[in-house]
């Protein structure tokens, strides 16, 4: 009994670790490809004149690097831009929020596991 009370704490403790690493991880991967594709877009955008034959094939290149979800000139990739500030700024804010709460998951699991064998 007691081997299995350590086992449930332990995964009280490494399972919340492991889904916010993970968040984390899929978060700046995102990030990083939407600031990668918005920055081959404004290249688009701010191309030499006479580098596309016209508006079309313009907006056919900026279209292959990213789908976008509304139309309308640079306002096409409003939801985009707004995404990616949202995800800057979350991710500069609550980064020492996620390293504190690990600390305390990883403090309580090892208490809790500790507790069992005194």
Same mark, same amino acid.
């Given at each position: 009994? !007691?081997? +299995? ?9 490494? +399972?919340?670790?492991?889904?916010? +690493?993970?968040?984390?991880? @899929?978060?700046?991967?995102?990030? !990083? ?12 955008? *701010? #191309? ?10 313009? @907006?056919?290149?900026? !279209?292959?690097?990213?789908?976008? *979800? ?16 949202? +995800?800057?700024?979350?991710? @500069? ?9 690990? #600390? ?15």
């Amino acid at each position: 009994m !007691k081997w +299995l009370a350590t086992i449930f704490a332990a995964l009280g403790g490494v +399972l919340p670790i492991a889904a916010v +690493l993970w968040g984390w991880r @899929s978060t700046r991967r995102e990030y !990083k490809r939407l600031v990668s594709d918005l920055d081959a877009i404004d290249a688009v955008i *701010h #191309a030499p004149e006479g580098t596309y034959p016209d508006m079309t094939a313009q @907006s056919d290149a900026m !279209k292959a690097i990213r789908a976008p *979800h509304f139309t309308y000139g640079r306002t096409m990739y409003t939801y985009e831009w707004i995404q990616r500030l949202i +995800l800057e700024q979350a991710m @500069s804010e609550l980064r020492g929020p996620a390293w504190l709460a690990g #600390a305390g998951i990883a403090f309580g699991t090892a208490a809790s596991v500790w507790s069992t064998w005194l």
